[in-house]
């Protein structure tokens, strides 16, 4: 189902995580990874680049004109896609590059043209604080029309899948692609709905369960209770998933802190997909 996956690197802790999630994933589908780093437009711009602080410096001449500028960061993409293509050819996947410059979450949506997912880490290399989710994580849960494998802060095998399912159509949309990849790897699937109205919970249960049934998948439903990401969360944690398939807002509302997919990226610490 993941015939090719493009995957966003920067050379940052979050970058590397996205890689290997993405080998994790790979792997089973023997998936065609294309390895993406694009130079933000905005770094070329030396007030925004001085802003930048020590971790782009590095390497780096003071006050560096553009060309110079422009260089440097090309030679440091050149040594993140060579570290990051001897992975994967080690793994035994095929593998391409693909350089751009411009502003980065619109040409990784760009380069996913023709691919299944987009992997990335939570944050990049700016954007360090545990708990925290980076600028180009944050724009393409939310307006990437493919779907979004954000890496976990730990490693994952990816192995047993849990859809967070309220009914809504991008959750459909997350409940059909968890489906697909539970029966294409023979995975039991679970699927979660949080609601303090049974009668409601189990109706919409039901309905997935009509669904997955008809697909002949092996799945699990579960109705929470309580407020919905901590009743997510701790189930992830009870039910030992080490990946989560969710959309990308509520079906009836969206969150008032934040949005639904948002909320579940900084409270877990497993892979997330997110689906539009």
């Avoid at 590397?16 to 994933?25: G, H, I, N, Q, R």
């Avoid at 040594?79 to 990051?84: D, K, N, Q, W, Y």
């Avoid at 751009?100 to 954007?127: C, F, K, N, P």
């Avoid at 095998?157 to 294409?184: F, I, K, M, N, Q």
């Amino acid at each position: 189902m993941f015939a090719r996956l493009v995957v966003g690197l920067d050379g940052s802790a979050g970058s590397d995580a996205a890689l290997e999630t993405a080998l994790s994933v790979a792997r089973r589908f023997k998936t065609t990874i294309v390895l993406a780093v694009v130079t933000d437009i905005r770094l070329l711009e030396a007030p925004l680049f001085e802003t930048a602080g020590s971790v782009w410096a590095e390497g780096m001449p003071a006050g560096p004109a553009a060309a110079e500028l422009r260089e440097a960061l090309e030679e440091r993409a050149t040594r993140i896609l060579e570290v990051a293509v001897a992975k994967v050819t080690e793994a035994g996947l095929p593998v391409e590059t693909a350089r751009a410059t411009g502003m980065v979450e619109e040409e990784l949506g760009r380069l996913a043209g023709d691919a299944e997912a987009i992997a990335v880490g939570r944050r990049g290399e700016l954007h360090e604080g545990i708990g925290t989710l980076g600028r180009v994580t944050c724009h393409l849960i939310k307006r990437s029309p493919k779907p979004v494998l954000v890496a976990g802060d730990t490693p994952s095998r990816c192995e047993r899948p849990l859809v967070a399912y309220d009914g809504g159509e991008t959750s459909s949309h997350a409940l059909e692609l968890a489906a697909r990849y539970a029966e294409a790897l023979a995975l039991p699937l679970a699927v979660v709905h949080v609601t303090d109205d049974a009668a409601a919970g189990d109706e919409l249960l039901a309905q997935a369960a009509v669904y997955l049934s008809g697909r002949g998948a092996a799945f699990q439903t579960h109705r929470l209770a309580g407020e919905v990401v901590r009743a997510v969360t701790e189930f992830v944690s009870a039910y030992g998933a080490d990946l989560l398939v969710a959309g990308a807002h509520g079906g009836r509302r969206r969150w008032a802190l934040g949005s639904h997919a948002e909320r579940l990226l900084k409270a877990t610490t497993i892979p997330v997909i997110i689906q539009r």
